[in-house]
C-alpha cells in the first residue's frame, strides 16, 4: 500500500534522530526485490551521515535487508566490507557485527571475508568488533586454517590489556583451536589459560577454570571431556535480525508503554469486542437547546460608537472631512430629497451650501441636522420630550451614512485623483486607501529571441559522457515454452526475446510469441484474458487473432514493461471455448538495452558506481583456449550488450542499459594467468548486477 510513496519516507537532515530511525524502519519494510536497489542506493547515503546512532542503524537495516531479500545478500555483504575501510570506528565496528551475522548463513562461500577482517584486528579498537571476529575466526577455524593460530597468538601478547567480551572470545578460540589443531596451539593455549586464571574478573577466571577442565583431560577430567568437540563445535543456527520495534505491536498505539516498548503502571488493555451489541440509546446524540438573544436598540448601539469616533477625531480632521465632501453634497442632497417630505427646502439647502463651502462644517451640520430632524419627526409617533433626543441621534446616522456614501465615491475616483493627493494625508485617509487596490504596472518583456538562439547552441557534451543506443551484437534463437500442446488441448505457444525495441513504449521489452495448432480443428478467438501482473508492471496486448487453422503457425509482437525485476508477468490465454494460465519469465540479460561509449567515459561512469553497486568475482578453471571472439559470443548471448573497445588485450568492456529506468550495467572481464578470469559488474540495479553476474559466471566457466 505504501510503495507507490516510498520516497515520502527519505530522511531529511533536519529530522531528529528518533524519526531518521522511525523512517528507516518503514523503508527497511518497504523494501522489495523491485525497489531494493533504490533502498540500497539511499541506505549508502546515510551510513555516511553525522549522526552516529543512525549511522549505525542504516548498516543494521542493511542487514535485514540482505537476510529478507537473498538476491541482494552478496551486494550487502560486498557493501558493507567496503565499510570496513571507513575511518569511522563506529561505522566500521557496527559493519563487522552484522557481517558476522550474515556469513553464518553461508560461511563456505565468504572465506575471503573472514581473511579480510582477520587482518583488520590490529585497527579496530572497538571491543564488540574485536570480539565478533575471533568468533567468526574461531567458528570457522577450518575454512582459515593457516591465519587462525596466528591471529590467537597475537590475542595471547595482548591478552591483559582487553575488555573483558574480547577475553571470553580469546578463551573460545583457544578452546577451538587447541580441539581441531592441537599441534600449533597447545602451548599457546596453555599459556593463555595461565594467565587467565589469574584475571581480576571472576568471569574470567570461571570460564578458565572450565575450559581447561573440558578440553585438557587428566584424572579429575569426568566423562563429560569426550563430548568436548560437540560442545564447542556445534553447528550454531544463523541468527534472526529482527527489527528493535518488532514486539511494540503488543501495546496500543501512542500510548506511554508503547513509546517506551515496555508496559508501565496503570496500562490497560483495549477489551474485546462485545459478543452482544451495545443498547443504541448511547449513540443518541444531545439536542442542544436555542439560546435567546438579547436585542439591544440600534439608536443607543449607534450613539455609544459615534460617541466614540467624536473623541477619536480630532476638529481639524473633521473640517478637512467636511471641506472635502463639499463637492459632493449635491448627489447626497438629491438623494435626501427622494426620501424626504420637504423636498424644496432640501433643494435650496445644497444650492446655500455649494456657494458657501468656505464657511466650514459647522453650517453643513446644521443643515444636515434640521433636514434629518424633520423626516424624523415625520416618520415617527413619538412624544415631544423624546423628539430632541431622536434628532441626536438621527444627526449622528446622517454623518455615517454620508461617510459611506463619501468612500464609495472616493474608492471609484482614486485611480484619477492619485496623482493629485496631498502630502498632509490624515490617519482616516490612510485607512481608506488600505483597501484599495493599487494599479500595478507590469514591465515589457524584453526582446530574448536572439539570446536564447544563442543559449540554444551550447552543449555540455565536453564534459558529460557520450551513450548511445545501438543495434543489438547478437540476437539469440533461443525460445521458450509458454503453453504445452497437452495443457492447451492443442493449442502451443512459445514466446522469444528478438531484443528490438518495443514499438508500443519504449519501456516495454518486446516478446514474440508463436502460436501453433496441433489439434485437427479450428481454434478461434486467441487472445490475453484476466492479468496478475505485479505492481508497476505493464502489457500491451497482441491482436486478436480471429481463427488459426489445424497444423499452421502464427507469430505475434506483445510489450511488457517488467519494472527492470525478474518478476514474471502472469496472465490468461483465452480462446472461443477454455482459457489458459501461462507466464512469461525474462532473462536478466533481455531487460536490457545496449548502448556504446568510449572506454574514457566507461571509466568515469564506473568510478562513478562503487561499493554496494559493484558486484564481482572471480572464476577458476576458465577455458584457456577461448579467443576474444569466443569471449565476446558467449556475454551477448547471455546479455544485451554492446562491446566497448579496449586498449588492453586482457582487458573486455560491455556496456547496456535497462530498459524501464535506463540505469547503466557496466561489466569488465579482465583475464589474468592462468585460467583465472576476474568479473566485475556495476549498476545502481543490484538485484539485476547479482543475477547477471551469476548467469555470465555459469557461461564463462563452461567450455
Not at 473633521?318 to 463639499?326: F, L, M, N, Y
Not at 487472445?527 to 491482436?543: N, P, V
Not at 550495467?665 to 579482465?670: A, H, K, N, R
Request: proline letters at 4%; hydrophobic letters at 35%.
Amino acid at each position: 500500500m505504501f510503495q507507490p510513496y516510498l520516497k515520502s519516507f527519505y530522511v531529511r537532515s533536519t529530522d531528529p534522530t528518533q524519526i531518521k530511525v522511525l523512517k528507516l524502519e518503514i523503508l527497511t519494510n518497504l523494501a522489495s526485490e523491485t525497489n531494493i536497489s533504490i533502498v540500497l542506493r539511499e541506505f549508502q547515503t546515510y551510513v555516511k551521515s553525522q549522526d552516529k546512532q543512525f549511522a549505525a542503524a542504516t548498516i543494521q537495516a542493511i542487514g535485514r535487508c540482505a537476510t529478507n531479500i537473498s538476491e541482494v545478500t552478496d551486494t550487502c555483504l560486498t557493501g558493507l566490507v567496503y565499510l570496513l575501510s571507513n575511518r569511522d570506528e563506529n561505522v566500521v565496528a557496527e559493519s563487522v557485527v552484522v557481517i558476522k551475522k550474515l556469513l553464518q548463513t553461508q560461511p563456505s562461500q565468504h572465506s575471503e571475508i573472514i581473511k579480510h577482517m582477520a587482518k583488520l584486528l590490529d585497527k579496530i579498537t572497538v571491543s564488540m568488533a574485536r570480539a565478533s571476529i575471533l568468533w567468526l575466526i574461531g567458528e570457522y577455524c577450518e575454512h582459515v586454517p593457516k591465519i587462525a593460530p596466528d591471529v590467537l597468538r597475537k590475542m595471547a601478547k595482548g591478552f591483559m590489556n582487553e575488555e573483558e567480551i574480547v577475553k571470553l572470545q580469546i578463551l573460545n578460540l583457544g578452546a577451538k583451536l587447541y580441539l581441531t589443531n592441537p599441534k600449533q596451539t597447545k602451548l599457546l593455549m596453555q599459556y593463555i589459560l595461565n594467565v587467565a586464571k589469574y584475571d581480576q574478573n571472576y568471569d574470567i577466571r570461571d570460564r578458565t577454570r572450565f575450559i581447561k577442565q573440558l578440553i585438557v583431560p587428566n584424572e579429575k577430567s569426568g566423562a563429560l571431556s569426550k563430548y568436548a568437540k560437540k560442545i564447542f563445535l556445534v553447528q550454531k543456527p544463523a541468527p534472526v535480525l529482527d527489527s528493535p520495534f518488532k514486539d511494540r505491536d503488543r501495546f496500543q498505539l501512542s500510548t506511554l508503554s508503547h513509546s517506551l516498548n515496555t508496559k508501565a503502571n496503570g496500562y490497560l488493555e483495549l477489551p474485546d469486542w462485545p459478543q452482544t451489541a451495545p443498547d443504541p440509546s448511547v449513540r443518541n446524540v444531545e439536542v442542544i437547546q436555542q439560546i435567546t438573544e438579547v436585542v439591544i436598540p440600534v439608536g443607543k448601539l449607534k450613539a455609544k460608537k459615534d460617541t466614540s469616533a467624536e473623541k477619536f477625531y480630532s476638529d481639524s480632521e473633521e473640517q478637512e472631512e467636511s471641506s472635502e465632501a463639499s463637492g459632493n453634497e449635491s448627489e447626497s442632497g438629491s438623494k435626501s430629497e427622494e426620501s424626504s417630505e420637504s423636498s424644496s427646502e432640501d433643494s435650496s439647502d445644497s444650492e446655500s451650501e455649494k456657494e458657501k463651502t468656505s464657511e466650514g462644517s459647522e453650517s453643513s451640520r446644521r443643515e444636515n441636522g434640521q433636514t434629518k430632524s424633520k423626516n424624523v419627526q415625520s416618520a415617527t409617533s413619538e412624544s415631544e420630550e423624546s423628539s430632541s433626543q431622536d434628532s441626536s441621534e438621527s444627526e449622528s446616522d446622517s454623518e455615517v451614512d454620508s461617510t459611506m456614501k463619501r468612500k464609495k465615491e472616493e474608492s471609484k475616483s482614486v485611480p484619477r485623483a492619485m496623482g493629485t493627493i496631498k502630502q498632509d494625508v490624515s490617519l482616516l485617509d490612510l485607512v481608506d486607501l488600505s483597501d484599495m487596490s493599487t494599479p500595478v504596472v507590469v514591465p515589457k518583456p524584453a526582446k530574448t529571441s536572439r539570446l536564447a538562439a544563442d543559449l540554444k547552441g551550447l552543449s555540455l557534451s565536453s564534459n558529460s559522457s557520450t551513450i548511445n543506443v545501438i543495434t543489438p551484437v547478437f540476437v539469440p534463437d533461443k525460445s521458450f515454452e509458454l503453453l504445452h500442446r497437452m495443457s492447451g488441448k492443442g493449442l502451443g505457444a512459445r514466446y522469444h526475446f528478438p531484443r528490438q525495441p518495443c514499438i508500443y513504449n519504449s519501456k516495454m521489452v518486446s516478446v514474440h510469441i508463436t502460436f501453433t495448432n496441433n489439434s485437427d480443428q479450428e481454434i478461434q478467438n486467441i487472445q490475453i484474458g484476466e492479468r496478475k501482473l505485479a505492481s508497476g508492471m505493464k502489457m500491451h496486448d497482441f491482436h486478436e487473432i480471429d481463427n488459426l487453422e489445424p497444423g499452421t503457425s502464427k507469430t505475434v509482437s506483445m510489450g511488457i514493461d517488467f519494472c527492470d525485476s525478474t518478476q514474471a508477468a502472469n496472465f490468461q490465454l483465452c480462446t472461443s471455448n477454455d482459457h489458459f494460465s501461462v507466464n512469461i519469465q525474462p532473462p536478466v540479460g533481455e531487460l536490457l538495452l545496449p548502448v556504446t561509449t568510449s572506454e574514457k567515459d566507461f571509466i568515469k561512469e564506473q568510478g562513478k558506481l562503487t561499493g554496494m553497486n559493484e558486484n564481482s568475482t572471480t572464476i577458476t578453471g576458465a577455458p584457456q583456449n577461448n579467443s576474444c571472439q569466443a569471449t565476446v559470443n558467449k556475454v551477448v548471448s547471455v546479455a544485451n550488450v554492446g562491446v566497448v573497445p579496449s586498449s588492453q588485450d586482457n582487458v573486455h568492456r560491455f556496456v547496456a542499459k535497462t530498459v524501464n529506468s535506463g540505469a547503466l550495467v557496466l561489466i569488465t572481464m579482465q583475464v589474468k594467468e592462468g585460467s583465472t578470469v576476474q568479473l566485475s559488474i556495476n549498476t545502481e540495479k543490484t538485484v539485476i548486477g547479482s543475477v547477471l553476474l551469476r548467469d555470465l559466471k555459469t557461461v564463462l566457466s563452461q567450455e
